[in-house]
């Protein structure tokens, strides 16, 4: 299948990067070296996107900078005002790792279709490439969860590229309304059962499936979260494998 073998997602609830002692700079966690890791390269090819920012170019240089320690070659793909490589899904299938920022998934969703980075990612994923995120970035690769794009209330969003057939919760232990709307719009059928995530916690997929857990938090944990049959839901907590620097 290509580089790694078979298909990885990493989906990221939170904590994928984290500020230094100095002013403004950011470095990446363990998080990030799992999912580069799970490339098989020694020196991976990086994919930074930050359309959910409005590909904010602080926040852009941030990200470059917080792999300036790491045996990484990093580039990165921006749709405003226009792409800036000729062929975006030649440079998605180009890279080993892809990494989503958080922002507007909703914005992000509809970008990516309007450029055909939907179907660039879909293909990617199949041959291997190494799809990554936090928030917004965890989100798309799902059928949905709930997001803040249209204010500050969440809503329920079901626009997701579907890669994986599963809503997804991020920032679950962070923000009080995420796991009652979740819980919700799975009770009502708005969204399928799926799979949450606490700061600090990735879930990585292989292919379709859920395989594990991993997290920077020893306090984080994963959560699967299904349909009872009695329209409720019920949820399971999942240990994560605690990663070290």
């Not at 359309?51 to 852009?60: E, F, I, K, P, Q």
């Not at 041959?127 to 209330?153: I, K, R, Y």
Request: glycine residues 14%; contains cysteine.
């Amino acid at each position: 299948m290509g580089r790694s073998g078979q298909s990885h997602i990493l989906a990221i609830g939170g904590g994928s990067f984290r500020q230094t002692e100095r002013h403004g700079f950011i470095e990446a966690s363990p998080l990030l070296r799992y999912a580069l890791d799970l490339t098989g390269q020694d020196r991976p090819r990086l994919g930074l996107l930050a359309t959910a920012t409005g590909d904010d170019a602080d926040w852009l240089l941030k990200m470059y900078g917080a792999f300036r320690d790491w045996d990484v070659e990093v580039s990165h793909l921006t749709v405003f005002p226009m792409p800036n490589v000729a062929d975006p899904r030649e440079w998605i299938l180009s890279q080993d790792a892809i990494y989503v920022s958080g922002g507007s998934v909703a914005n992000l969703a509809a970008l990516w279709r309007l450029h055909g980075l939907d179907d660039a990612f879909a293909e990617a994923w199949r041959a291997g490439v190494v799809l990554s995120g936090q928030s917004a970035g965890a989100l798309c690769w799902h059928v949905g969860g709930n997001t803040d794009s249209f204010g500050p209330e969440l809503r329920v969003w079901a626009d997701g590229l579907g890669l994986l057939p599963y809503s997804c919760g991020v920032h679950y232990d962070s923000d009080p309304q995420r796991r009652e709307l979740l819980h919700g719009s799975v009770a009502s059928g708005e969204l399928p059962g799926g799979y949450a995530a606490d700061e600090g916690v990735g879930l990585h997929y292989v292919g379709t499936e859920f395989i594990q857990a991993v997290s920077v938090s020893p306090k984080g944990y994963a959560y699967r979260v299904e349909h009872d049959g009695a329209g409720g839901v019920k949820e399971l907590r999942i240990e994560p494998r605690l990663l070290t620097a």
